[in-house]
């Protein structure tokens, strides 16, 4: 079976969306974090999912910790990596190496609102573009080749928090499907 690692450095609600659904034929090896104190850890730890959870600032450098997640990696035999919510940005050498097996889910539409406020600057765009979307990733941050979107309109007049909602329940169920669709 294929093994999976989810990069993660908060909340974790996409994460604990993935490992609880039953249709997924792989297994959620490990969780890779930057964040000591990330939520994202509490849930791999209920549910028995190896962590490697790093700070950078105890690395010289990216290529130091990078090298560090390589290992672990390698050690797990990760086959594909998901991105849900990892803030930061993943090294060109790091990308080149795992080309066409990493993964990312992006609160927008895009090409439209791409970087890390991409709801916000949504909603302060007025132009009623949401959505959500999966892609591979490149060394463009949010640029890589996409694998399924959906838009979203707010017809309704929505509210930033209630919009917000809405999208995040749509990652819900567009993640699992596309991550699907690759392992068929
Ligand atoms: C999601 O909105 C995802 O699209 C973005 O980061 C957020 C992570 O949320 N890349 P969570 O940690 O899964 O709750």
């Keep these: 079976m294929i093994n999976i690692a989810v990069f993660a450095s908060g909340t974790g609600s996409n994460f ?20 000591k104190k990330a939520n994202v850890i509490n849930i791999a730890n209920k549910n028995n999912i190896k962590t490697f959870v790093f700070s950078p ?30 803030m930061r940005i993943l090294s060109k050498k790091f990308v080149k190496k795992y080309e066409n097996k990493i993964i990312n889910i992006h609160p927008s539409y895009l090409p439209y609102y791409k ?23 490149n060394e463009e941050v949010d640029g890589g080749k996409i694998i399924i979107q959906e838009k979203l309109e707010n017809t309704e007049n929505l509210s930033i928090e209630e919009i917000t909602e809405k999208i995040h329940n749509l990652e819900y169920k567009l993640y699992p499907y596309a991550i699907k669709m690759l392992l068929n």
């Design 16 to 35: 604990k969306n993935l490992i609880n659904r039953k249709d997924i034929n792989a297994n959620f090896s490990l969780l890779v974090c930057d964040k």
């Design 115 to 137: 970087g890390a406020k991409a709801i916000t600057d949504a909603y302060e765009d007025g132009k009623n573009i949401f959505g959500v979307t999966v892609h591979y990733v």
């Design 57 to 86: 600032k105890d690395y010289q450098n990216k290529e130091d910790y990078e090298n560090h997640i390589i290992e672990e990696l390698e050690k797990n035999n990760i086959d594909l990596i998901v991105l849900a919510g990892y």
